[in-house]
């Protein structure tokens, strides 16, 4: 089984700052993946980020960024040039390789300051 | 395309009536997943299809609570008879087992059940 630990139910931080919300997860599966999905108002789940545990290096995509430490356990999202559009409820999920159940963790709340 | 697409968007029925939830997958997805959000329990997979056939029902609730793929672009959730308890937004899913498990979401339905 896989839990998720989102140990920052809310965060905020000033437009076109930058800010990074925290993922630990256990997992005794040595194949698979991480997933950040971001929730805006409108309530539809978008995929803003994945990263392949055997690879090292962290995934990046435009302003979102990933760190990455396999051996802690850690997944966290770091976005630069913070925007409005950018206030969502994020979560964070590994996946198994060859399985296709997300785990999501509880969460963290995105407020983005004017 | 036009994505995941989920009908009624908002769902609003007396204890004790069926509620039938449904969605339509992206074109060429051959996996389909149900999920159910709450405050309390988060987001919660319920049941996922591969080539329209259930593959994991673990996360259905109880027996009021049924799925069917009859096609590769069509499944429905049923919930007979509903409870208030129900009340939570619905997500239907799809992926590509072929492209990283990235699961694309629908804008989900919201039911109230009074």
């Known amino acids: 089984a896989q839990t998720v630990t989102q140990s920052q139910p809310e965060m905020s931080v000033q437009e076109a700052e930058t800010v990074t919300l925290s993922c630990t997860y256990d997992t005794s599966e040595s194949d698979y993946y991480l997933f950040w999905y971001k929730q805006p108002p409108s309530r539809q789940m978008i995929l803003v980020i994945r990263q392949e545990a055997y690879k090292q290096q962290n995934a990046t995509e435009n302003r979102f960024s990933v760190n990455f430490q396999k051996a802690a356990k850690s997944f966290s999202l770091k976005i630069s040039d913070s925007q409005l559009g950018d206030a969502a409820m994020y979560f964070c999920?590994?996946?198994?390789?060859?399985?296709?159940?997300?785990?999501f963790g509880t969460g963290t709340r995105l407020t983005i300051i004017p | 395309d036009a994505g995941v697409i989920q009908s009624p968007r908002h769902e609003v029925t007396e204890m004790g009536q069926e509620v039938t939830l449904r969605c339509k997958p992206i074109?060429?997805?051959?996996?389909l997943f149900w999920y159910r959000q709450t405050m309390m329990r988060g987001l919660e997979l319920l049941i996922y299809f591969n080539n329209n056939v259930p593959i994991d029902d673990s996360g259905m609730p109880e027996d009021r609570f049924s799925a069917k793929m009859p096609n590769a672009s069509f499944s429905t959730l049923k919930i007979q008879p509903s409870e208030p308890r129900d009340s939570a937004v619905y997500f239907c899913a799809s992926s590509f087992s072929r492209v990283l498990n990235e699961q694309y979401f629908g804008p989900g339905t919201r039911l109230t059940v009074t």
């Open positions: 999920s590994p996946l198994r390789r060859g399985n296709e159940k997300l785990t």
């Open positions: 074109s060429g997805h051959d996996y």
